[in-house]
C-alpha cells in the first residue's frame, strides 16, 4: 500500500503545500458572523488594518495538566490554499443582507493569505493554558475569516491526541497500543482525524484502512466473531493445502494436522473437553488465508474451554510448517484472570510439546477500554500485551471539547485586551514571545510570555517570573536552556524564513520525546502538579495597566 506522508508536496502548485487532507475544509467551513463581520469591516474602510490574534486553550482537558498540540499542519494547508470560488462567493452575498455592496464581492474575489503570518508552537509539544499556540498576523477581515476554520482544525486534533497521550502513560511505554475506533468515530472526519492524532499521542497502529492510506500509520486488524460464526463445521474448508514456509514441501491435509495436534492438547490436558468445531474450523480457515499473521478471536463460544485449545491447535500446525502465529485477541470477560490464564497455557504448551517462543505469543485485549480499566488491570495484573481501545478514546468521552479560543491581542500595533468577570477569560494583550525555561535536572520549569520587544531570557541570567493575574505568585527562575516556542511556519509577503512541515512520524516521535521530558508529577493521573505559565515582570505591568485603563468605572449612588 502506497503511503502519503504528512509535510509538504513537491506536486503542490502552491509553495509545496497541498490543499487539507478533507475536501469540506474551505472558506465557507464558518461561523456566519465571520463574513458578516468582514462585510463590515469593509464597509467602514477597517479591512486591511494589521491585526494579531493568538489561538490558544484555558484550561487542561481530563482533569489534568498537560495537553498535546495538534492540527497546525491542516491550518497550514487551509491558508496556502485559502481562495473563495465564485459558487462560494455567490452563498456569501446570498446568506448576507441585501443592502450587501457589489464591491465587496469583488474584494472577496482577491482574497488570499499572502499577507498572512502564521508563528505557532510546533506540532506535537507538550503546552500549556493561556501560551499561544499560534499567533496569527495580517488584515483583519482575512484573518477573522481564519477564525472558525482553525480552531475546529486544533480543537479536537489537540484533544484527541492528549487522550491518546494519556492512555499511553497509564499503559506504559512496553505495550502495543492499537485505535479502533472508526466505527464509534463522530462520522467520517472523526474516524480518520482520530486515527492520524492517535498516532502522534503515541499510538503504535490504527485499523482504518483510509488513515493508513492517508498518512502511513501502520495498520492492525484480526477478524470479527462474525467471522468465527459463519463456520458451522470442517467440512467447508475445501482447500486443505498449504506450503511450508521456506517452500520445501506442502502439507496435504492441514485441517487433519490441526485436529491431530487438538487430540494431543486434550490427552495432555484433561480439563478440556470437546471443543466447538465451527470456532476451530474458523481459526483453521484463516490460518490457511494468513499463515504468517494468524491472530484469533477467541472469545465467541468460551475463551479457555474452547478458544484457547483451538487457537493453539491451529498454532502448533502452523508451527511444523515453519509458521509462528502471532497471537489471540480478548473481546470480553475478565481481561486480567482470562490473560494470566492464557498466558500459563501458552507456557504449558511451550514446555509439553518443547515450541520455543510459544509461552511469548502476544495477547491482545479490547472491550471497551479507557484509562480507568487500564489503571485497573495494571493494579490487578495482567499478561496483556497489546490493547485495542475505541469509543472512549476517539469521541473522547470524557470531555467533549478542548475549549479553543482566538482572541484580539493588537491592531494597528496597539495593543488589545478582552476583560471579563471570570479572571481566567480575561486575554494577555500585545504581540509576544513565548519560551520554555529548563532547570538543572532537564526538567521545563516554567512557560514565560514576554513582550515582543523585550529581551529573550538567558541562560544562567536570573529573571522574575509572574502569574499574569495574581499577584503573589511569583518566583525567580535561573534557566540552564531556554527554548524560543513560536516558529514561523507561514510568512506571506515577507522574507522570514519559515519552518517546514514535519512528517506524521517525526510529530509523533517529537510528542513521545516532549512527554518523556516532563516532570513526572505534571503527568500522573491523579492531582497532577499544575505546569507553571508566566508572563515577564514587565509584561505583568503592562497588562494591568492596560486592564485598569479599559475596565469602566462605576459609580455608586
Not at 500549556?128 to 483583519?140: I, N
Not at 467471522?227 to 514456509?245: A, G
Not at 470524557?398 to 494597528?412: C, R, S, Y
Request: glycine share 8%; with cysteine.
Amino acid at each position: 500500500m502506497e503511503k502519503k506522508e504528512n509535510g509538504p508536496s513537491e506536486k503542490a502548485s502552491n509553495g509545496g503545500i497541498d490543499g487539507p487532507t478533507n475536501p469540506m475544509v474551505t472558506p465557507l467551513l464558518n461561523d456566519l458572523y465571520q463574513f458578516t463581520m468582514a462585510y463590515a469591516y469593509w464597509k467602514a474602510g477597517k479591512q486591511q488594518e494589521r491585526a494579531v490574534f493568538d489561538l490558544y486553550f484555558r484550561k487542561n482537558p481530563f482533569g489534568g495538566e498537560y495537553t498535546v498540540f495538534a492540527g497546525l499542519e491542516e491550518c497550514i494547508r487551509f491558508i496556502a490554499n485559502f481562495k473563495l470560488t465564485e459558487e462560494e462567493i455567490d452563498f456569501v452575498r446570498q446568506c448576507l443582507s441585501s443592502s450587501c455592496e457589489d464591491g465587496f464581492l469583488d474584494y472577496l474575489r482577491g482574497l488570499d493569505c499572502s499577507d498572512v503570518e502564521v508563528y505557532a508552537i510546533p506540532e506535537g509539544t507538550v503546552v500549556f493554558p493561556k501560551v499561544p499556540l499560534m499567533r496569527v498576523e495580517g488584515p483583519v477581515a482575512v484573518v477573522q475569516l481564519l477564525e472558525t476554520p482553525f480552531v475546529n482544525l486544533i480543537n479536537y486534533a489537540s484533544l484527541v491526541s492528549t487522550n491518546a497521550a494519556r492512555h499511553r502513560n497509564v499503559a506504559g511505554k512496553s505495550k502495543t497500543l492499537l485505535e479502533f475506533g472508526l466505527r464509534r468515530a463522530q462520522g467520517p472526519d472523526g474516524g480518520v482525524g482520530a486515527s492520524k492524532y492517535c498516532y502522534i499521542g503515541g499510538f503504535d497502529a490504527t485499523s482504518n484502512v483510509a488513515a493508513g492510506k492517508l498518512f502511513g500509520i501502520p495498520l492492525r486488524g484480526t477478524h470479527s466473531h462474525a467471522f468465527v460464526s459463519s463456520y458451522m463445521s470442517l467440512d467447508e474448508i475445501t482447500d486443505r493445502s498449504l506450503n511450508r514456509k521456506d517452500g520445501s514441501s506442502t502439507c496435504d491435509d492441514f485441517v487433519s494436522l490441526v485436529q491431530t495436534w487438538l487430540n494431543k492438547i486434550q490427552l495432555s490436558n484433561g480439563v478440556f473437553g470437546e471443543t466447538n468445531q465451527s470456532e476451530l474450523a474458523a481459526f483453521t480457515s484463516y490460518a490457511l488465508a494468513f499463515p504468517d499473521g494468524f491472530l484469533a478471536l477467541v472469545d465467541t463460544y468460551d475463551v479457555m474451554r474452547s478458544g484457547i485449545p483451538n487457537f493453539c491447535a491451529v498454532a502448533l500446525a502452523l508451527s511444523d510448517l515453519g509458521y509462528k502465529a502471532v497471537g489471540i485477541r480478548l473481546d470480553s470477560g475478565d481481561l486480567a484472570y482470562l490473560s494470566c490464564e492464557v498466558r500459563k497455557f501458552f507456557y504449558s504448551i511451550e514446555n509439553e510439546f518443547g515450541v520455543p517462543g510459544f509461552g511469548k505469543l502476544q495477547i491482545t485485549a479490547s472491550n471497551d477500554l479507557n484509562e480507568e480499566t487500564l489503571d485497573a488491570l495494571n493494579k490487578q495484573g495482567h499478561e496483556v500485551d497489546a490493547f485495542g481501545i475505541g469509543t472512549y478514546l476517539v469521541t473522547c468521552y470524557a470531555q467533549a471539547a478542548l475549549g479553543v479560543v482566538f482572541k484580539l491581542v493588537e491592531i494597528n500595533n496597539q495593543p488589545r485586551i478582552k476583560l471579563s468577570e471570570d479572571v481566567s477569560k480575561v486575554s494577555i494583550p500585545c504581540k509576544k514571545c513565548c519560551y520554555r525555561l529548563y532547570g538543572k535536572e532537564g526538567y521545563p520549569l516554567v512557560d514565560i510570555m514576554t513582550g515582543e520587544n523585550e529581551p529573550s531570557p538567558k541562560v544562567g541570567e536570573r529573571i522574575l517570573c509572574r502569574h499574569p493575574f495574581q499577584e503573589s505568585k511569583r518566583a525567580y527562575v535561573v534557566p540552564q536552556r531556554v527554548e524560543e516556542l513560536l516558529r514561523c511556519y507561514w510568512s506571506g509577503s515577507t522574507d522570514i524564513k519559515k519552518d517546514t512541515l514535519p512528517a506524521l512520524r517525526d510529530i509523533r516521535e517529537r510528542c513521545i520525546n516532549q512527554l518523556e521530558q516532563m516532570r513526572p508529577d505534571h503527568m500522573r493521573r491523579l492531582n497532577p502538579t499544575p505546569y507553571k505559565v508566566s508572563v515577564s515582570a514587565k509584561l505583568y505591568d503592562f497588562i494591568h495597566f492596560l486592564w485598569l485603563n479599559e475596565a469602566p468605572v462605576g459609580e455608586l449612588q
